[in-house]
């Protein structure tokens, strides 16, 4: 009987999806779950005639699978995972590899990382991008962990993966140990800025000018023919287009408004402060969905808190063509802000990352692919070492031409009381980074007077700490600097 390439373990939405996708690259692969009640009914439905076996038992699974044992791990992440590596470590041999394809923290990912070499195994956590439809048909796939598993799993990968327009598969080595679930975490954190902004965008197009969802979704079909080309723009248009059969009124405006959240924008913003990156934009839009959670306090806020009415006179046509460049130049910022944490990160954790490899294989298959990404890929292939997208000519240029529009919306936006957290972060933080001289001057003399903090001086070379008796009687002992 002939062996499995490759097994699968846990037939959620994404495990059977990615077992039919291998199926169908001319793979055989095993699968096992849990409840073996799954498995039978997996073979029975959409596995039946399929290069699929059903194995009802770990012994079993491990039995069928051919050496290296290529075994991947498509459950919940956390305790789980620890779990299920534990039970199959007993039926593991030497330079056999554990995958884990969950979106699992890095951290986590360094951890078993280092048990499982310990053991004369290997391990990948990898990211995989594109949800129910990318599995079956081609995700985007971010594999880092034990550099000697690479070379086993590349065929399955770089098969199942999805691909850009030369045939490059969305997939490629991302790095050691944690870095493939870093990659896909800051991707997700970047996915959480581009639905919130893509959400403000929608916000000021309905309050401020009272633009029916019908017309939005055609302005939204018109702007996925430009510059704004991706998916999630893509889904916008059709969300905005669905009508309710229930009550006739546009689907959207009888969905809740509280968003849910399962925590990798949460571990995105979490790594930034850690590593001191700024991402505000990621940030904010965690946080917006943290208040959208508070229907009920909001509700009873609305009634008693005063804020102006939205009472828009200008070119409306005009104006919605500032949102369009407006969402345009914060997604470039958050873009930014997102390859800056992650070359952060690539130097605290020795990852040598590929930047424009990664814009590679987030240009298809995943969440945010989008045309702009071609654009990331060119960037960082001219200059390996780019500091700042913001900073590459292209988009630079793009800024320049969208940052009078992007100045208006986020005036209106204060002016009539809309909440827009990401467009005004993203725009923030463009003047923060293009400024050479800060307000830190003096908060940094705040941190001196009460807590003799020190503070350098721009008449003396960097790295010299210098510290003022601001009161006359504090005296001159300095504590010593450190950043936390």
């Not at 290529?70 to 779990?83: H, N, S, T």
């Not at 999805?162 to 990659?183: F, I, L, Q, T």
């Not at 009920?296 to 808190?305: D, F, G, S, T, Y």
């Not at 936006?413 to 725009?427: D, K, N």
């Amino acid at each position: 009987m002939r062996q499995a390439e490759i097994g699968v373990i846990g037939l959620a939405v994404m495990g059977e999806n990615l077992i039919l996708n291998m199926a169908g690259k001319g793979f055989t692969v095993a699968c096992f779950n849990r409840t073996v009640a799954k498995v039978d009914a997996f073979m029975a439905g959409r596995a039946k005639g399929r290069s699929i076996v059903g194995c009802r038992s770990l012994e079993e699974f491990c039995a069928r699978l051919a050496r290296p044992r290529r075994i991947m791990l498509m459950v919940k992440a956390g305790k789980p995972v620890d779990d299920f590596i534990e039970t199959l470590l007993p039926h593991l041999e030497p330079g056999d590899i554990v995958i884990d394809g969950g979106n699992s923290h890095f951290p986590d990912t360094i951890r078993r990382c280092r048990h499982l070499e310990g053991k004369g195994l290997l391990f990948i956590g990898t990211g995989v991008s594109g949800g129910e439809e990318g599995a079956l048909t081609g995700p985007s796939i971010m594999p880092g962990g034990s550099p000697a598993a690479w070379p086993h799993v590349r065929p399955v990968f770089q098969a199942i993966a999805a691909k850009v327009a030369d045939g490059s598969p969305c997939c490629e080595w991302v790095g050691r140990d944690g870095a493939g679930h870093y990659v896909k975490m800051v991707h997700n954190g970047i996915e959480y800025g581009d639905m919130q902004m893509i959400c403000e965008a929608y916000a000021l197009m309905d309050r401020l000018l009272g633009v029916p969802a019908a017309e939005m979704s055609r302005t939204f079909a018109a702007w996925n023919e430009g510059e704004l080309d991706s998916y999630l723009i893509e889904i916008t248009r059709d969300i905005l287009a669905r009508t309710d059969e229930a009550t006739g009124l546009p689907m959207v405006d009888v969905i809740l408004d509280t968003a849910g959240q399962k925590g990798t924008g949460k571990w995105t913003s979490q790594s930034a402060l850690d590593l001191g990156a700024p991402a505000p934009t990621v940030a904010e839009a965690v946080f917006a969905r943290c208040l959208s959670a508070l229907k009920e306090e909001r509700v009873v806020a609305a009634q008693v808190l005063r804020s102006p009415q939205p009472a828009f006179t200008g070119d409306r046509a005009a104006f919605i063509e500032d949102v369009r460049q407006a969402l345009y130049a914060s997604k470039i910022c958050s873009y930014a802000q997102g390859f800056q944490l992650m070359r952060l990160a690539a130097a605290e954790y020795k990852w040598d990352l590929n930047y424009g490899q990664i814009a590679l294989m987030w240009r298809g298959g995943c969440i945010i692919r989008a045309r702009f990404l071609g654009r990331i890929k060119e960037a960082f292939d001219e200059d390996a070492e780019l500091a700042s997208l913001l900073l590459a000519p292209y988009f630079r240029d793009a800024i320049a031409r969208s940052q009078a529009a992007w100045r208006r919306v986020v005036a209106a936006a204060v002016t009539f009381g809309v909440p827009a957290p990401a467009f005004s972060s993203a725009l923030a933080y463009y003047d923060g980074y293009r400024s050479a001289r800060l307000p830190a001057n003096l908060l940094q003399a705040q941190r001196d007077y009460f807590g003799a903090h020190t503070y350098e001086r721009i008449d003396r070379p960097r790295g010299e700490f210098f510290h003022t008796n601001w009161t006359g009687h504090g005296g001159d002992t300095a504590a010593s600097t450190y950043t936390a």
